[in-house]
């Protein structure tokens, strides 16, 4: 469903955030009456009228050409993420009269993409687009083990907001929460229609004020690589270099995996960390003596 205050309120905030010295505006300082620049000002940058930009203001975006969004992006300083999220609120209100039905987040994961993540010898998890984790090899669980024991089927953005142990789990707590919400703000622009997205959004913005606020910086935000650092349960202090990877084959799946920089504390206490799983699993499977032993006894 098209949502005329996200665009609204997207539009609003970067304009916002904007000093007139930085689009080569002079700056009148506290003469301003409003944060940021003037609807006339991002009017003028772009090249249309100041009707037509604000009719854009109030979410009437529906129509607006490829150029005309590309000139308001360029107004308003959009970085790539930023462009992309403006195109897709404009394609969701190109859809609206069409009669679409809802879509659910994938959950399944075929059994070739199960067996390469548990081949890797590094952290590995699946994501849909709502942050479910569908999917992760041994290393992947024990690098997130506060959230699965938390969940069945855990999920990043519920435990960053609604469960304590995330607090003390990520060094910055406050960014991961950040990064977090612009990334469901991302999905929520491209797939409107996601009932399980919504689902999710609805229950975080009821039940955490932390998301309430970060939800309505109106932050995009697409993950692809960079460092998480984790105060792990087990091996403490650990930074993680990660890189995500689309599943071609699977729509709507992200592969992620973790490493850490040889020669490091972090590489030393990921290494302990691999090897107390590897001892875990050890312990929970059978020997084959004990099995052979069991089926003589039988």
Same mark, same amino acid.
């Given at each position: 469903m098209h949502d005329k205050h996200a665009v609204r309120d997207?539009?609003?905030t970067r304009r916002a955030r904007l000093r007139p010295a930085q689009v080569g505006l002079p700056d009148l300082g506290d003469a301003r009456r409003v944060p940021g620049l003037?609807?006339?000002?991002?009017?003028?940058l772009a090249g249309v009228s100041l009707d037509y930009y604000t009719r854009l203001e109030r979410g009437n975006i529906a129509g607006a050409s490829d150029s005309v969004l590309e000139a308001v992006?360029?107004?308003?300083?959009?970085?790539?993420?930023?462009?992309?999220?403006?195109?897709?609120?404009?394609?969701?209100?190109?859809?609206?009269?069409?009669?679409?039905?809802?879509? %659910?987040?994938?959950?399944?994961? %075929?059994?070739?993409?199960?067996?390469?993540i548990e081949s890797m010898d590094t952290a590995a998890v699946v994501q849909n687009t709502r942050q479910d984790i569908v999917a992760a090899n041994a290393l992947g669980r024990a690098l997130y083990a506060p959230m699965f024991d938390a969940e069945d089927e855990p999920?990043?953005?519920?435990?960053?907001?609604?469960?304590p %142990? +995330?607090?003390s789990f990520y060094v910055d707590w406050?960014?991961?929460?950040?990064?977090?919400?612009? #990334?469901?703000? #991302?999905? +929520?622009?491209?797939?409107?229609?996601? +009932?399980?997205?919504?689902?999710l959004i609805g229950e975080l913005s009821t039940r955490s004020s932390e998301f309430r606020k970060d939800w309505a910086a109106h932050h995009v935000h697409v993950h692809e690589t960079g460092k998480k650092i984790f105060c792990h349960p087990e091996v403490g202090e650990i930074e993680v270099e990660f890189d995500v990877f689309e599943l071609v084959g699977d729509?709507?799946?992200?592969?992620?995996?973790?490493g850490t920089e040889p020669g490091t504390p972090s590489a030393d206490a990921f290494a302990l960390l691999a090897s107390l799983t590897m001892t875990d699993r050890q312990a929970r499977t059978p020997s084959r003596s004990n099995i052979h032993a069991s089926h003589e006894a039988d």
């Amino acid at each position: 469903m098209h949502d005329k205050h996200a665009v609204r309120d997207f539009l609003m905030t970067r304009r916002a955030r904007l000093r007139p010295a930085q689009v080569g505006l002079p700056d009148l300082g506290d003469a301003r009456r409003v944060p940021g620049l003037r609807r006339e000002e991002v009017a003028v940058l772009a090249g249309v009228s100041l009707d037509y930009y604000t009719r854009l203001e109030r979410g009437n975006i529906a129509g607006a050409s490829d150029s005309v969004l590309e000139a308001v992006a360029g107004a308003l300083l959009l970085n790539q993420t930023e462009r992309t999220h403006l195109f897709d609120l404009a394609r969701a209100a190109a859809s609206t009269s069409r009669r679409r039905k809802p879509t %659910r987040s994938p959950h399944h994961v %075929r059994g070739s993409v199960r067996r390469m993540i548990e081949s890797m010898d590094t952290a590995a998890v699946v994501q849909n687009t709502r942050q479910d984790i569908v999917a992760a090899n041994a290393l992947g669980r024990a690098l997130y083990a506060p959230m699965f024991d938390a969940e069945d089927e855990p999920n990043t953005a519920r435990f960053a907001f609604l469960d304590p %142990r +995330a607090q003390s789990f990520y060094v910055d707590w406050a960014q991961v929460r950040r990064m977090t919400a612009a #990334m469901l703000r #991302m999905e +929520a622009g491209r797939n409107p229609l996601d +009932a399980d997205l919504t689902r999710l959004i609805g229950e975080l913005s009821t039940r955490s004020s932390e998301f309430r606020k970060d939800w309505a910086a109106h932050h995009v935000h697409v993950h692809e690589t960079g460092k998480k650092i984790f105060c792990h349960p087990e091996v403490g202090e650990i930074e993680v270099e990660f890189d995500v990877f689309e599943l071609v084959g699977d729509q709507g799946l992200r592969l992620a995996t973790y490493g850490t920089e040889p020669g490091t504390p972090s590489a030393d206490a990921f290494a302990l960390l691999a090897s107390l799983t590897m001892t875990d699993r050890q312990a929970r499977t059978p020997s084959r003596s004990n099995i052979h032993a069991s089926h003589e006894a039988d």
